[in-house]
């Protein structure tokens, strides 16, 4: 029969297991690989016939090899229930080799092309696509071309080195261990055969070396030095590195373990380095061969898959986790997700639950990092939610921004402080937030009113006014929200750089963006207003007609109604502005600031 294009001849190959070598040969090779699938699929039973197969207990996924094997296997069997892109992205790291199985009677589904793609973006360069339940469908030749055929023209513009499509059938046992009897139509070798021969590429452990710091040890310690995990490469005495990010170069010196010193050591072993120039290290610094250094840079193109239900927004602050090193991040552009049944890649405004995306993501400090292609563990990261801790997203580093070097802070001889003094007041940022209705913007105003008349320099960056200017091309979406919240921090931070008493009136209905505006600020900088006004006093109100529209659904999005707002949960103010006249609420802020020591 004629291979479908892309998937590796079987014809002529061998179909039985490779000889065992004799004993008292090199040790074994460490072969890890993934089996991943729908429910349903098989892929459990495919496992662990392969574990039983390799006479070892399944608990595990251990594949230790049987005397005289020529490799020793560790399976990832990932879950195929509602957490399976999480699940897979958990897994497959560090895998070699990847067995994607498919029930014959179903053929090709969503989930398999998914696998298929998060496969190829995680750097798995190898796949075996395992035709299962071939006795559903009468040992079909026929139909295990067209699912093959149809595997292949899938996941060829992917650009996988080797894909290879077997028929199984784990419930009899057939081509898992040995030919099935039932398919003597099929040339090619079983599962575990092609398991034993397959050609893994050399990894990450033939790149330069890193190694990022774990702890740093005194004089005074049992064993002082650096301490860290190799990620890459091959060290030994009197290398010379590099310390990044801050750039400093030194020459390795010894190299110590618990059972004494190494003449070498190599990806994966866990060391203790004494260097030949003494200068500060810390944990989340690397170490990097001298004249191939990983990147430094605070912007990096990525890919990305969202594991969250809640969508990830452009503009939206989360914690960025690369190895041990961690910053603040946004993702600052989504250039477009990944179509999963045609792989095109079409223009989005957020990622849900599973979706790959391509994105720009800007951190608050510069990081060290590899492209993942060139290195998973330097490469890889995840993005957690700030507010729950929750791992929300993972993510491959493409390269960093070159912009991002060539842009510097200029040194001005003027500072806030200086402008304060001028000024002679302490500049901060009096955050309002609330339903629309609430009365944030007549407070505002009125107690910048008030602090005018104090001889207090003021400004008042309002809802609406900014929605005629700056923020103009904004809707009303989440994504809209988020990045209108963060032109208007950024703005309100300059406002306080030049020592002004800045009031920020805005629904900014998500906490996550509060949050994100109050970190830019110093700690006594920054107020959180809540003004508390029910939302049946909001309606009652209704100084625009909003609420009267928006309940006739003539207009969409609108907070309170079908978008929600989430309240403060330690709001440093909290106005009541439903029970006092707005001149009564001005005056108790104004005697909160004066007790707080803002004015």
Not at 156 to 162: D, I, K, N, S, V
Not at 186 to 197: D, N, Q
Not at 460 to 472: I, M, P, S
Not at 492 to 507: C, E, H, N, P, T
Request: hydrophobic letters at 40%; charged letters at 25%; a negative charge.
């Amino acid at each position: 029969m004629t291979p479908p294009r892309g998937v590796k001849p079987a014809t002529g190959q061998d179909n039985s297991v490779p000889e065992r070598r004799p004993a008292g040969e090199p040790d074994v090779e460490l072969i890890r690989f993934l089996t991943g699938g729908g429910a349903g699929s098989g892929k459990s039973t495919l496992a662990g016939l392969l574990l039983a197969e390799s006479q070892q207990v399944s608990d595990g996924r251990d594949l230790a090899p049987i005397p005289g094997a020529m490799r020793k296997f560790i399976c990832a069997d990932v879950p195929g229930d509602g957490q399976w892109t999480r699940n897979m992205v958990t897994g497959a790291p560090g895998c070699d080799f990847a067995i994607l199985v498919v029930d014959a009677s179903k053929g090709v589904q969503t989930r398999t092309r998914r696998h298929c793609c998060i496969v190829n973006l995680l750097g798995i360069r190898k796949i075996a696509l395992a035709v299962n339940k071939m006795d559903l469908v009468d040992w079909s030749q026929d139909r295990f071309e067209r699912i093959a055929a149809d595997f292949a023209r899938f996941s060829e513009p992917l650009g996988f080195e080797e894909v290879i499509a077997i028929p199984v059938s784990a419930a009899h046992g057939d081509n898992i261990a040995a030919p099935g009897k039932q398919m003597d139509w099929y040339r090619g070798p079983a599962l575990k055969a092609h398991l034993e021969t397959v050609d893994i590429a050399p990894d990450q452990a033939a790149g330069p070396f890193r190694m990022p710091v774990q702890s740093v040890s005194g004089p005074g310690s049992d064993c002082p030095g650096i301490a860290g995990t190799l990620t890459g490469g091959a060290l030994h005495p009197g290398d010379e590195i590099v310390v990044l990010p801050s750039g400093r170069g030194t020459r390795v010196e010894r190299i110590v373990t618990h059972n004494g010193d190494l003449d070498a050591a190599r990806t994966g072993d866990a060391v203790t380095l004494t260097l030949g120039d003494e200068f500060d290290v810390s944990p989340g610094d690397v170490l990097c061969a001298h004249g191939a250094e990983a990147e430094v840079s605070d912007q990096i193109a990525a890919n990305v898959i969202w594991m969250d239900a809640t969508p990830m927004l452009p503009g939206r602050n989360y914690i960025f986790r690369c190895g041990n090193q961690t910053a603040t991040a946004s993702i600052s552009t989504l250039k477009h997700k990944l179509n999963i049944d045609t792989l095109e890649h079409q223009a989005a405004t957020k990622l849900e639950l599973n979706e790959v995306g391509y994105c720009n993501l800007s951190l608050r400090k510069a990081l060290v990092f590899d492209a993942y292609s060139r290195n998973r563990e330097m490469g890889g990261f995840i993005l957690i939610d700030r507010q729950t801790n929750a791992t929300v997203g993972a993510g491959m580093i493409e390269f960093g921004l070159r912009r991002a070097t060539n842009i510097k802070w200029q040194a001005l001889q003027i500072d806030k402080s200086v402008r304060a003094v001028l000024k002679d007041q302490k500049p901060c940022a009096l955050w309002f937030t609330g339903l629309s209705g609430s009365g944030k913007s007549t407070l505002a105003s009125l107690l910048e009113k008030q602090l005018h008349e104090r001889g207090r320099h003021t400004y008042v960056l309002d809802g609406d006014n900014v929605r005629h200017g700056l923020n103009k091309d904004l809707g009303f979406t989440d994504a809209d929200r988020v990045e209108n919240i963060r032109r208007v921090a950024e703005t309100a931070k300059l406002f306080v750089d030049a020592g002004l008493i800045v009031m920020v009136s805005f629904i900014s209905p998500f906490r996550s963006e509060r949050r994100m505006a109050r970190g830019l600020f110093e700690e006594t900088e920054f107020l959180e207003v809540f003004v508390d006004t029910p939302i049946e006093i909001c309606e009652q109100r209704d100084p625009k007609g909003l609420y009267k529209k928006a309940r006739a659904g003539e207009i969409k999005n609108f907070t309170g109604i079908d978008s929600a707002y989430e309240e403060p949960e330690r709001a440093d103010i909290i106005l009541e502005a439903g029970k006092l006249s707005p001149d009564e609420v001005v005056a108790t802020l104004i005697a909160r600031l004066e007790e707080m020591g803002f004015i």
